[in-house]
């Protein structure tokens, strides 16, 4: 069976939920906007990638409309 396995990071982007304060572009415009001066952030061991939503399902369509078989 022909098969392409991906290992998308996480994602972030528009309408996204805010989770554990990881909406990283509301919390600067509310910086910009209150003159607030912290931002705040998940501490995770190790290192993470983050991938706009909106290029990964560019990325999804390609793999599928790219397909070797």
């Not at 290192?47 to 078989?69: C, G, H, Q, S």
Request: aromatic share 10%.
């Amino acid at each position: 069976m022909p098969l392409i396995r991906v290992r998308p990071f996480n994602h972030i982007g528009p309408r996204q939920r805010p989770v554990c304060d990881f909406d990283f572009a509301k919390q600067i415009a509310e910086i910009e906007k209150t003159g607030r001066s912290r931002l705040f952030k998940l501490v995770i061991a190790g290192e993470r990638d983050f991938t706009d939503v909106r290029d990964m399902v560019k990325a999804y369509v390609l793999i599928l409309e790219k397909n070797p078989w």
